[in-house]
C-alpha cells in the first residue's frame, strides 16, 4: 500500500513538473530571448532589408532601390581596393600567426624554467585593449620611433611604416600577428598537452629526431585545433577595424582601407547606410563561403 | 644529457627572446610615459639621461576628460558582465535541464546566428537604437551586449555536465525551479562562472566599435574611443598618450595576472573569442 501511494505521488508530480518546466523555460528565457531577438535576430534580417535601399537617417519615408547598391559595389573601385587589402591581411596573418602560435607551444610545453611566466608574457598583448596596442605601435612605426632607431643600427634607412602606402598594410598585419599569436597559442598548448606521451615515446625508440616528432606527432596530432584557430583568426582578419580605424584611417590612399572599415565609413561617415549594410552583406557572404570551403577541404579530422 | 642541456637553454633563450619582443612594446610605453622628455620617442638611446616625471599622468587625470570615461567604462563593463552572468546562466540551465516545446527550434536558431559575422550587425544595431532615442546614452551602450550567444553555450556545455539527480533530488526538496537553479546549480559552477565573467569583463572593457558609433560627445565615450581621440588631439605628446594608454591597461593585466586559471581554461574549453 505504501509503495503505491508513493508512485502515485511521483506519477503526479511528473505529469505537473511537464507543465511547470515549460512554464519555468519560457520565464527564464524571456529576457535573454527578447535581447537576442532585438539585437541579434532581427538585426539580421533588417541588415538584408536595408542594404535595397537608399536610407536616410532624417527621412520618414525611405527610397526603395532594388538591387541598385549591390550593382553600385560590382563598380565601386575603393570597394575591389578595399576587398584586395582585405584578403592580403588575411593571406599574411593567419598562416604566420597559426604557425608561430603552434611553435610557440611547443616550446613551451617542453619542461622549462619560468613556463609561467612565459605563457603570462605572450599572452599579455591579447588581454590588452585593440587600441592601445594599436597607439603604442602608431609611436613604434613613427617615423622617429623605436623600430626605426633599432634598424638605424643595422644602417637601415629611416622609413614612415605608417604613412608611406607600401609598408602601411604589412605595419598592421605585424601588429596584428603580435596581438593574437599568444592567445592562439594557449589553445594549442591545451591541445598538445592531450596528445599522449607514449606516442613521442615509441617515437623516440625508433629514433625520430625532436623535428620529426614535431612534424608527423605534433602537427596531425593538433589538427582539430588547427582548423578551430584558422576559422577563429580568419574570421577576424576578415573583419579586422580597430586597428586601421586608430592607426591609419584607410590611409594612405586607401592603401589600409579593409572591408569593415569600408562599411564603416559608407554608413557612419557618409551616412550612407544603404549603401555600407549592402558592402557588409557582401563581406559576410564571403566570410561564410571561406569558411565553408575550409571546412569542405581542410576539415578538422580528416581520418 | 650534454645534448639535452643545450638544446635546454637554446629553448630558453627563444623564449626570452619571445618575451622580449611580447612585453617590449609595454616596457617602452611604461618608460615613455614617465619620461619628462616629449621628445624621448625620438631618442630612445637617451632613456637614462632624461628625468623621470608623473607629471604625465596628472596631465591626463587632470586636464583631460579621463576620469569621465574611466567612469563609464567601469559603468559599462559592470552592467554588462553582471547580467551575461546571470541571464547566460539561468539560459544555459534552461537548456541543459529543462524539457519545453520549441527547445531545438531556439536552440537551432542561436546556433545559425553564431556563422553570421558580426559586421552586419553593426548599422541595424544603430537603427534600432536610434529609434530607441538611446544613441548617446548608457542604456544604448549597455543593452546590446547584456546578452552573448557564446556565454549561453558554454554555460550548457558546463551544466550539461551536471548530474540529472540534482534536478530529481532539488524537487523532492520542495524548490521550484528558480530556488533550484539558484541554490544548487549556481554555487555549484563558480568555475564556469568566473570564465563567463572574465570573458565579458574583457571583451566589454576593451570593446571599441559600438560605443565609437553609438557616442558622438566626449562625455559619453568609454576609455577605449576616447584614447582613440586622444591620439589625434595629443598628436606628437607621446608621453601623454603612453600614460593613457598605461592607465587603460591595468585593470585588465590585474584581472588577467589574478584570474590567469580561469582564462587558460577558458580558452581550452571552447578557445573562442568573442
Known amino acids: 500500500m505504501v509503495s503505491g501511494y508513493g508512485l502515485k505521488i511521483k506519477m503526479k508530480r511528473n505529469s505537473s513538473t511537464k507543465k511547470e518546466q515549460q512554464f519555468w523555460a519560457f520565464t527564464f528565457l524571456f529576457f535573454p530571448l527578447m535581447l537576442l531577438a532585438i539585437f541579434v535576430f532581427i538585426p539580421i534580417l533588417f541588415s538584408l532589408g536595408i542594404s535595397f535601399f537608399n536610407w536616410e537617417l532624417m527621412a520618414s519615408q525611405q527610397n526603395f532601390l532594388g538591387v541598385n547598391n549591390y550593382i553600385e559595389i560590382f563598380g565601386d573601385k575603393i570597394f575591389y581596393k578595399a576587398m584586395l587589402n582585405t584578403v592580403l591581411y588575411t593571406i599574411g596573418v593567419v598562416p604566420i600567426q597559426t604557425m608561430l602560435a603552434l611553435f610557440l607551444a611547443f616550446v613551451m610545453n617542453q619542461k622549462i624554467r619560468g613556463r609561467v611566466f612565459f605563457r603570462t608574457a605572450f599572452y599579455i598583448p591579447a588581454v590588452t585593449s585593440s587600441v592601445v596596442t594599436s597607439i603604442i605601435f602608431v609611436a613604434i612605426y613613427s617615423k622617429e620611433g623605436l623600430l626605426n632607431s633599432i634598424l638605424g643600427n643595422f644602417g637601415f634607412a629611416a622609413n614612415d611604416w605608417l604613412t608611406n602606402p607600401h609598408t602601411a598594410l604589412i605595419s598592421i598585419m605585424m601588429l596584428n600577428i603580435w596581438t593574437t599569436s599568444g592567445y592562439f597559442m594557449v589553445s594549442f598548448l591545451a591541445g598538445l598537452q592531450n596528445i599522449p606521451n607514449s606516442l613521442y615515446e615509441a617515437a623516440k625508440l625508433e629514433g625520430a629526431s625532436r623535428r620529426q616528432q614535431f612534424w608527423h606527432i605534433t602537427v596531425p596530432m593538433v589538427r582539430p585545433v588547427t582548423y578551430f584557430v584558422v576559422v577563429m583568426s580568419l574570421i577576424g582578419c576578415f573583419q579586422v577595424f580597430d586597428q586601421v580605424f586608430v592607426m591609419s584611417d584607410g590611409g594612405p590612399n586607401n592603401a589600409t582601407t579593409t572591408m569593415a572599415y569600408y562599411v564603416y565609413q559608407n554608413a557612419f561617415r557618409y551616412f550612407r547606410l544603404g549603401y555600407g549594410a549592402a558592402t557588409a552583406i557582401v563581406l559576410a557572404g564571403i566570410i561564410m563561403i571561406v569558411t565553408v570551403i575550409q571546412k569542405k577541404y581542410f576539415p578538422p579530422n580528416p581520418y | ?274
Open chain 2, 1 to 274: 644529457m650534454r645534448a639535452i642541456k643545450i638544446q635546454k637553454i637554446l629553448l630558453f633563450t627563444i623564449l626570452s627572446l619571445g618575451a622580449m619582443v611580447y612585453l617590449g612594446p609595454f616596457i617602452f610605453s611604461v618608460i615613455v610615459s614617465f619620461s619628462d622628455n616629449k621628445n624621448l620617442i625620438n631618442q630612445p638611446g637617451q632613456i637614462v639621461n632624461s628625468g623621470w616625471t608623473l607629471r604625465n599622468y596628472i596631465y591626463i587625470w587632470k586636464d583631460l576628460p579621463f576620469a569621465t570615461w574611466l567612469f563609464n567604462s567601469v559603468v559599462i563593463t559592470a552592467c554588462q558582465t553582471v547580467t551575461n552572468v546571470f541571464f547566460s546562466a539561468l539560459a544555459g540551465f534552461t537548456f541543459a535541464k529543462l524539457e519545453f516545446r520549441g527547445k531545438n527550434l531556439i536552440f537551432g536558431a542561436m546556433l545559425a546566428s553564431l556563422m553570421i559575422p558580426g559586421i552586419i550587425l553593426i548599422i541595424p544595431k544603430f537603427l534600432i537604437i536610434n529609434e530607441f532615442r538611446m544613441i548617446n546614452s548608457y542604456p544604448g551602450l549597455i543593452l546590446p551586449g547584456m546578452i552573448s550567444v557564446v556565454n549561453i553555450f558554454l554555460m550548457k556545455q558546463f551544466f550539461e555536465t551536471m548530474p540529472k539527480d540534482l534536478v530529481q533530488a532539488a524537487l523532492i526538496d520542495g524548490c521550484n525551479y528558480f530556488q533550484m537553479f539558484w541554490k544548487v546549480f549556481i554555487p555549484n559552477s563558480k568555475p564556469a562562472l568566473a570564465a563567463v565573467a572574465i570573458y565579458t569583463f574583457q571583451g566589454t572593457w576593451n570593446e571599441f566599435m559600438w560605443p565609437l558609433i553609438a557616442t558622438n560627445t566626449s562625455e559619453m565615450f568609454t576609455l577605449p574611443v576616447g584614447m582613440a581621440s586622444l591620439r589625434y588631439e595629443l598628436l606628437t605628446d607621446w608621453p601623454a598618450i603612453m600614460a593613457g594608454t598605461i592607465l587603460v591597461s591595468i585593470p585588465t593585466l590585474i584581472i588577467f595576472i589574478i584570474f590567469q586559471r580561469y582564462f587558460i581554461q577558458g580558452v581550452a574549453s571552447t578557445g573562442g573569442k568573442e
